[in-house]
């Protein structure tokens, strides 16, 4: 079966510094999706993609935050300067219209 | 408008047992209801989802009752097993968007 897969499994990294989490979508998805979730805490959505643009973004998607799909298999979340506050799973998501299937996520811990 | 709130944020059943979780949104523009399905350390997984034309759903062990009028859901785990303990997250999107908004969550924990 068809899996969302993500990038690295773990990143720790230090306040300040980029980085880009990776994750491949299902192939005949269109829509592509990131989420976080800080331990313990809901699920939370910060940005929708559908045909090379943003199609939707939370008030927690600021301009710290960025997306690209680089070619055909590829979806990218960069953070530009990361907070303590960044530190939290991110699944990245992808679907063909409303059922939506989530990687394993990313986590990330900024120190 | 934009919350679900889920409840209980806990629940023990022993084997067998039916637990039953509920969620209960405002926004009436919402109009597709996921239920998602958490294991520790894993994203989640789509269990089950429901659209409010429909009062009911079944998929093997899985129940959402839907009640459009009171803005409310809930998902049945019908004889549950010890591999149910998870945690679950109800959820609910509109057609123009698809950004889930989803419940707080509840850990669930099947005694054998």
């Known amino acids: 079966e068809p899996e969302v897969t993500q990038t690295p499994s773990h990143q720790v990294t230090q306040m300040g510094q980029e980085v880009i989490l990776r994750c491949v979508p299902i192939?005949?998805?269109?829509?592509f999706y990131w989420y976080r979730q800080i331990l313990g805490q809901k699920v939370e959505f910060l940005v929708s993609?559908?045909?090379?643009?943003?199609?939707?973004k939370s008030e927690i998607f600021d301009d710290q935050f960025s997306v690209e799909r680089p070619d055909g298999s590829n979806f990218t979340l960069k953070i530009r300067s990361t907070k303590l506050e960044d530190s939290a799973m991110y699944f990245c998501?992808?679907?063909?219209?409303?059922?939506?299937?989530f990687g394993p996520g990313t986590r990330l811990l900024v120190l | 408008q934009q919350q679900v709130k889920q409840s209980p944020q806990s629940l023990i059943v022993q084997k067998g047992g039916i637990p039953i979780i509920n969620c209960a949104y405002e926004?009436?523009?919402?109009?597709?209801f996921p239920w998602y399905q958490q294991f520790p350390g894993k994203g989640p997984a789509l269990l089950i989802a429901?659209?409010?034309?429909?009062s009911e759903k079944k998929e093997g062990r899985f129940t959402i009752s839907f009640n459009k009028s009171a803005k409310q859901f809930s998902l049945h785990i019908m004889d549950s097993q010890p591999g149910d303990s998870a945690t679950y997250f109800c959820?609910?999107?509109?057609?123009?968007?698809?950004?889930?908004?989803f419940g707080s969550g509840t850990r669930l924990l099947v005694r054998p």
């Open positions: 998501a992808s679907s063909v219209g409303t059922h939506q299937y």
């Open positions: 192939s005949n998805h269109l829509y």
């Open positions: 993609f559908y045909n090379n643009e943003i199609s939707e």
């Open positions: 926004n009436t523009a919402f109009d597709y």
């Open positions: 429901i659209r409010p034309d429909v």
């Open positions: 959820a609910a999107t509109k057609d123009s968007s698809y950004k889930l908004i």
